[in-house]
């Protein structure tokens, strides 16, 4: 499909509420949703797109309780181990996007683990954005530039979009084409701001542990509607 996009980025929000809804403690729901995050990774695979960014947490996730806060991070190694031959199988590259450095140690090195498993594959990138925040990444990316002001590597003059753009947590992925928010809620809570400028926006009312293949298409589908101008006119 010509229409479809390069890049695209889910916040995967609905797990606490999905779980509540049935009476179940919420980290029931976050090991439901890792059973999305495997069927969709694969689908987005298998659909052609070159990279898919998952929302896995937030900075702002530290103030949820602690007992929560602990689960995710054994779910996320777990994860990362488990899946690593549905990587391979499915030609995904991993890589992560975050303070990573501030994320507990027994994920790091699961995570690196899985990162140089994974490094030579080219069908998809699965980028998981963890321990991120987009407010969080312009000021880290502001600080690199003005060391580099600082010590002489560039000058004011120089400094642009394109420069701060470079020193993103991963300059080299391409731009972002949709963002999809599930569970029906309509803000971007603070993910990807700079990436978002032209991005197409989808919210769907399904929660994350029920989102599928089939929802994936849906979302493709009303992409390929869409008019994107970039600030220009489309011509008739």
């Not at 919210?203 to 293949?213: H, K, Q, S």
């Not at 869409?226 to 220009?232: C, K, L, S, T, V």
Request: aromatic share 8%.
């Amino acid at each position: 499909m010509s229409s479809l996009p390069r890049h695209v980025a889910i916040i995967m929000d609905g797990n606490g509420r999905w779980a509540e809804a049935r009476g179940l403690p919420r980290i029931k729901g976050h090991r439901a949703g890792a059973e999305s995050v495997r069927a969709v990774t694969r689908h987005a695979a298998r659909r052609g797109l070159e990279q898919l960014t998952l929302f896995a947490f937030s900075t702002e996730n530290w103030k949820r309780p602690r007992r929560e806060v602990g689960y995710l991070w054994r779910l996320l190694r777990r994860y990362l181990i488990e899946e690593r031959g549905e990587l391979m199988e499915n030609g995904i590259r991993l890589i992560a996007s975050g303070r990573i450095a501030e994320i507990p140690p027994f994920v790091q090195d699961a995570l690196a683990e899985t990162r140089q498993l994974t490094a030579a594959n080219r069908k998809m990138t699965l980028c998981l954005a963890l321990n991120y925040g987009g407010r969080t990444e312009i000021v880290d990316a502001a600080r690199r530039l003005a060391a580099d002001v600082a010590r002489g590597a560039l000058t004011l003059e120089q400094v642009d979009e394109a420069a701060l753009a470079a020193r993103l947590y991963q300059p080299e992925a391409p731009p972002l084409d949709l963002l999809v928010r599930t569970a029906g809620e309509h803000r971007v809570s603070n993910f990807l701001l700079w990436q978002l400028s032209y991005a197409e926006l989808c919210t769907v009312d399904t929660p994350w542990p029920d989102f599928r293949e089939e929802d994936l298409d849906a979302v493709l589908a009303d992409f390929a509607t869409r008019e994107r101008r970039f600030g220009g006119l489309v011509r008739k």
